[in-house]
């Protein structure tokens, strides 16, 4: 799997603009990295306005299904597996038949997915492909990704009924305090 036509306007001027409305002021100037950041991690709505959009190649069926359970702040369009439309009977294709899945997202459903796609109770094909997104998202707006962490580390404890236990390791710790910075 890989992902192709990743695509991010770099609109903070207005992000920022929106923030300063919410506090009954005009504009502000352009924000630097750690004002990014600070907004990042406030999870402020006007970090909603901060868009981006993918497409999955070779996306395992299955993996799919995982993402698209994902509904608030994300659209999703998947490639169809109908019959009519594929000429191939939709019934005996397995699950891990590969779609295209592309996405629209905005940063708030980019940080509410990682905690549970990159969160090691997630299959490691579903860790793969959302892994494949926040590395782009790195190249672009690295503020985003350092937030975009699983849910251990945003919450600063594992709150699944049945943990892996990474939140009792060394490696959780240190990723737990380059999180809170």
Avoid at 116 to 134: D, H, I, N
Avoid at 135 to 140: I, L, Q, R, S
Wanted: hydrophobic residues 35%.
């Amino acid at each position: 799997m890989h992902i192709e036509n990743f695509k991010h306007d770099d609109n903070w001027q207005d992000v920022k603009d929106a923030t300063m409305n919410t506090v009954g002021k005009s504009t502000g100037k352009y924000p630097d990295s750690d004002w990014k950041l600070r907004l990042m991690k406030a999870e402020h709505s006007p970090i909603r306005k901060i868009k981006f959009s993918w497409r999955w190649i070779d996306l395992p069926y299955w993996v799919s299904v995982h993402i698209v359970r994902h509904k608030i702040g994300i659209e999703h369009f998947v490639k169809t597996q109908r019959s009519d439309r594929t000429g191939l009977d939709r019934n005996n294709l397995p699950q891990g038949a590969f779609v295209s899945h592309e996405c629209e997202a905005d940063a708030q459903a980019l940080i509410n997915i990682s905690r549970k796609r990159l969160c090691s109770c997630a299959s490691p094909e579903t860790r793969t492909a959302w892994q494949l997104v926040k590395n782009e998202v790195e190249k672009v707006e690295p503020e985003l990704a350092h937030c975009m962490v699983k849910e251990c580390v945003y919450r600063g404890f594992c709150p699944e009924m049945f943990g892996c236990g990474y939140d009792q390791t060394e490696q959780f710790n240190k990723e737990l305090a380059e999180y809170r910075g």
